[in-house]
């Protein structure tokens, strides 16, 4: 299946600060990717959709100014996490899909844990 | 999008067949079922989809009752590494579009 892949792995800052998560389809072009966060022992909560080229669209409850979600080309999209607090400690899930595949692929997750 | 319905666990012996209930009664003429699944600390994997008819690949067996409201995946011969939360969803029959997950089905497969 397709590969994406996600960078940091894992991620550890300081209140305050503010944290960039990459997402990267490494074989195929990804015309939306999705935004997830899941809380321990909870289900994925879907955050944002991000179509390339164009804004992200946020789910209810999101707040789009604190979580911007930038998609520039086909095969790379970002979270950035702005003034990052402790609540917003999450593990943090990205996923691809085209018009040529059936399926989303998800990448592996980056752990946020915020000080 | 529909919801689904599904056990919120269950058990299974190594080598022998899984058989994990979905319940979407509510279920759109365009809306396919897909199912994934996430073993801990990962990024889901998807398993299968399917729309009406069974489907089958090297993962697992759909299987979707005629009425279309309710389906089965079904691992054949369930190893200790399909320990995982197994997630059906239905979405919109353009897959590019947004999956919205439940609670899924914790599945322990044990010796």
């Known amino acids: 299946g397709a590969v994406v892949s996600q960078h940091p792995s894992r991620v550890i800052c300081k209140s305050g600060t503010s944290v960039k998560i990459e997402c990267r389809s490494l074989?195929?072009?990804?015309?939306?990717m999705f935004w997830y966060r899941q809380f321990p022992k909870q289900s994925l909560m879907l955050m944002a959709t991000s179509n390339e080229g164009s804004k992200a669209t946020y789910e209810q409850g999101v707040e789009k100014d604190k979580f911007l979600i930038n998609h520039a080309s086909l095969t790379l999209s970002t979270l950035t996490v702005t003034s990052a607090h402790p609540e917003d400690s999450s593990f943090y899930i990205c996923s691809a899909s085209s018009k040529s595949i059936y399926e989303q692929y998800f990448g592996p997750g980056t752990r946020l844990t915020v000080t | 999008d529909a919801k689904t319905t599904q056990p919120p666990s269950m058990d299974c012996a190594e080598g022998r067949a899984a058989n994990l209930p979905c319940n979407h009664s509510?279920?759109?003429?365009?809306?396919?079922v897909y199912w994934y699944r996430q073993i801990h600390s990962q990024g889901p994997q998807y398993i299968i989809h399917g729309l009406k008819n069974n489907e089958t690949n090297e993962m697992a067996s759909l299987i979707i009752t005629e009425d279309r409201k309710s389906s089965t995946l079904i691992l054949p011969h369930a190893t200790l590494r399909d320990t995982a939360v197994y997630y059906c969803i239905v979405s919109a029959t353009d897959s590019w579009g947004k999956l919205q997950f439940g609670a899924g089905t914790q599945v322990v497969v044990t010796p």
């Open positions: 509510t279920i759109s003429g365009n809306e396919y």
């Open positions: 074989d195929f072009q990804a015309t939306t």
